[in-house]
């Protein structure tokens, strides 16, 4: 059985392919990678690249995918709506991590993009449901410019400093699944949670379940 994923950043292919190896033996990963969505989604919306989105996914499904993982945040709320339309699961790869994050009653968000924030938000939002969550963001400055650049050492220290100096928070959350690498660079207490591995791990599942029914 095959998982499609689709990515705006190649960084995220080898991310994948080790998680994979590590937890998932034997998942068949497809990548579709399009870094022209975030590009244009940041410019003009997330709903702006809703069609390409959809395309793409329906290609997927077309080739034999029984379900997709989209990992970017600031167009996973998109890429999710397909789901319906496709007939097969369409995950995006922070929603349990959301929903992990929201069991805590104080919520700090850091993102490298800001277009990340909103998609990030209304997803804690909607995982919290009538649960009080203080949930507070701020967007890692440089971070974005150092990834954009191709330092992607850099920017995990920059993400990892912008960690160890959150206070008063009994969570942590890495909006986007790139910067997940920086947790290990972390000196703060506070559990940090990132995207990848618990989004693998569902979408995964999601692929066995087809492969049962």
């Not at 809703?50 to 890429?79: H, N, Q, W």
């Not at 277009?115 to 209304?122: D, E, G, N, R, V």
């Not at 507070?136 to 191709?150: I, L, N, T």
Request: contains cysteine; hydrophobic residues 50%.
């Amino acid at each position: 059985m095959t998982l499609a994923l689709l990515h705006t950043s190649p960084v995220h292919v080898p991310v994948f392919d080790t998680l994979r190896d590590t937890d998932h033996p034997g998942l068949v990963l497809r990548h579709l990678v399009r870094e022209e969505l975030l590009d244009r989604a940041r410019e003009a919306g997330p709903e702006a690249v809703a069609e390409e989105i959809g395309a793409l996914l329906t290609g997927a499904v077309a080739d034999g995918a029984r379900a997709v993982l989209c990992t970017c945040s600031t167009i996973g709320a998109v890429a999710e709506a397909w789901s319906p339309l496709l007939g097969v699961p369409v995950l995006r790869v922070d929603r349990p991590m959301a929903a992990a994050a929201v069991a805590r009653d104080r919520v700090v968000v850091l993102a490298a993009v800001h277009s990340t924030l909103a998609p990030t938000l209304a997803l804690l939002a909607e995982e919290a449901g009538d649960r009080p969550v203080e949930v507070r963001a701020e967007v890692v400055d440089g971070a974005w410019e150092r990834f954009g650049a191709g330092d992607r050492e850099g920017y995990l220290d920059l993400v990892a400093g912008a960690v160890d100096a959150v206070e008063d928070a009994e969570v942590i959350v890495l909006a986007q699944a790139s910067m997940a690498g920086a947790a290990a660079r972390t000196a703060t207490r506070v559990p940090v949670l990132a995207s990848p591995r618990p989004g693998l791990a569902a979408a995964a599942a999601a692929v066995a379940r087809g492969r049962a029914s």
